[in-house]
């Protein structure tokens, strides 16, 4: 194993947002952030429809105001094909809401109040997420 | 209110993702490449979430209610069954492979990314198969 691109400060400190945006939502609105709920639930459930498109748009325009007021790129590399892409896509689509949760879900509202089942859900994911490249890097 | 707290919550959600750098699907593949060149930063991202909002839902619990809501609405499901295990590999596989999970997807629409959007259709495809087959194992 070789350690690259290493970022604590910026990972930790970018964790701290995410996990103040989570706290925000739960004691202001009562609702647990989990991504793949919100995206899906603003889909397919008339139940709070609004608020969850909100939310989504809110995730859209945060870089942009980020950019804004930065003026700094943000730097997306995709170096996947779009057929390997839309697969992934269907994957964690049906994943996610099979098992319930992503990794906002899971790994973040559900770990913060050790529920066994976002744990394990947790490690299951990135266990299968590490075969996954590690197979993929052989190919 | 509850309207303008989701929107906020969302883009200080998508300005954690682009501060961590976890909107940059190379960033997630290195933490995924264990066994290759690995890149710890997202276990970080996940640990100062983690610090921030795990104290914080233990303080919150014990609220009768919401600031902006009638109830705390979230699901309090302890099943630890086969959707759940079988929903967090397929999510992984699909997480490995594309580097993406529903939050940092939906971000990256921002920079009009046509990779990442054709991830999202695909996600949303996902999500709408499972809302229509009923396999969710969230209710």
């Known amino acids: 194993m070789n350690i690259i ?7 930790f400190t970018g964790g701290v947002i995410i996990g103040l945006a989570v706290v925000v939502f739960f004691l202001l609105n009562g609702r647990l952030v989990g991504i793949s709920g919100i995206a899906s639930n603003a889909l397919t459930e008339k139940n709070n429809r609004f608020d969850n498109f909100l939310f989504l748009v809110g995730l859209i325009i945060g870089p942009i105001l980020y950019t804004l007021f ?10 996947s094909s779009y057929t390997l892409l839309i697969i992934a ?6 994943g ?3 098992s319930g949760g992503c990794t906002s879900g899971h790994g973040i509202s559900g770990i913060g109040r050790f529920s066994l089942r976002s744990i394990i859900a947790t490690i299951t994911f990135m266990i299968v997420g590490i075969i996954t490249v590690f197979v993929k890097n052989l190919i | 209110m509850n309207k303008l707290v989701s929107l906020v919550s969302g883009i200080i959600f998508g300005i954690g993702l682009v501060i961590s750098e976890m909107i ?13 060149y ?6 970080f991202v996940m640990i100062g979430a983690l610090v921030v909002s795990s104290p ?3 303080l919150i619990k014990n609220n009768k209610k919401p600031l902006f809501a009638e109830k705390f609405d979230y699901s309090n499901n302890k099943n630890i069954n086969t959707k759940l ?3 967090s590999a397929l999510f992984g596989a699909g997480w490995g492979l594309g580097g993406l999970c529903p939050g940092p997807a939906i971000s990256s629409i921002a920079l009009f990314n046509v990779y990442s959007i054709a991830f999202v259709i695909s996600m949303f495809i996902g999500f709408y198969i499972v809302k229509v087959l009923n396999f969710s194992a969230t209710r």
């Open chain 1, 70 to 79: 930065t003026s700094k790129q943000i730097s997306v590399t995709i170096s």
């Open chain 1, 96 to 98: 996610t809401r099979i």
């Open chain 2, 85 to 87: 295990i079988v929903g």
């Open chain 2, 24 to 36: 940059n699907p190379a960033k997630v593949l290195g933490f995924l490449d264990l066994f290759g």
């Open chain 1, 89 to 94: 896509g269907l994957l964690v689509g049906l």
């Open chain 2, 38 to 43: 690995w890149d710890p930063s997202l276990a």
């Open chain 1, 5 to 11: 691109n290493f970022t604590p400060v910026s990972a």
């Open chain 2, 56 to 58: 914080m839902f233990h």
